[in-house]
């Protein structure tokens, strides 16, 4: 393993393992387990050089379609870090002065996923998604890109998990009220006709989403990657 990558690992591993991260596989990415949802803090390479970006988001464990079941992506709040002006630490050849720029880096990352780690109270996730949801329609009020079509289902999917059920079916009728291209808007007429059936209580609906969450979970468990994920189910 090449040097630079030997300190960006250590160096991640000092910093969010104690806080409760898991790192993936071999990988520069360490995630902290929220049960529905992960935060995720990714070390990035550089196809150019040496050195790291950050990323941190939190990545849902909803269920989607295709391979989009089969990764993990930054569903909201992705946010690359910044330090002294610049997004990218490069690597010079001085371990010493590459160290203390990493870990610099890890702790400004450090310190936004602490916010995102909020997310573990689904109070507290519905209270951010409501007011992103409220941001996307101001937007649409005024003409603007509002951001990924995803952000309604997974606002949809919080509210289920919240008990409720009357806003989360608004949002899934919102979902496919947009003009969407396949395989978009089968996806979303799915959703509709799973989660929008007038005879399912609010209960039925929570225990529906908990159940993909689990699926979702029970898929990486079985990777090699994610060993050190907890061997727990969601509720």
């Known amino acids: 393993m090449d040097s630079h990558n030997k300190i960006v690992i250590q160096v991640a591993n000092n910093v969010f393992s104690p806080m409760g991260f898991f790192q993936k596989g071999k990988s520069r990415t360490w995630l902290y387990d929220c049960g529905y949802c992960f935060v ?9 050089s040496r050195g790291s970006f950050c990323n941190v988001g939190i990545a849902f464990l909803f269920e989607y379609f295709g391979g989009l079941n089969e990764t993990l992506g ?8 910044t330090i002294n002006n610049t997004q990218f630490v490069e690597y010079n050849n001085d371990d010493e002065i590459f160290e203390k ?67 989360g079916r608004r949002l899934i009728e919102k979902l ?54 907890p061997d727990i189910n969601f509720i």
């Open 101 to 167: 720029q990493i870990f610099q880096l890890a702790q400004y990352a450090l310190k936004y996923a602490k916010d995102l780690m909020r997310f573990k109270s689904l109070k507290y996730a519905n209270r951010c998604m409501s007011k992103l949801i409220f941001q996307k329609w101001l937007k649409e009020m005024l003409g603007k890109w509002n951001g990924p079509i995803f952000d309604y289902y997974n606002a949809a999917m919080i509210k289920f998990l919240s008990g409720e059920l009357n806003r």
């Open 40 to 48: 995720q803090v990714e070390f990035q390479p550089s196809a150019y």
């Open 74 to 81: 930054f569903d909201y709040g992705c946010k690359r870090i």
């Open 176 to 229: 496919n009220s947009l003009e969407l291209e396949s395989p978009f808007k089968e996806w979303a007429e799915q959703s509709r006709l799973e989660f929008c059936n007038d005879e399912l209580t609010a209960e039925q609906v929570k225990t529906k989403v908990c159940s993909m969450v689990n699926r979702r979970r029970n898929y990486f468990k079985q990777k090699g990657s994610f060993r050190k994920m």
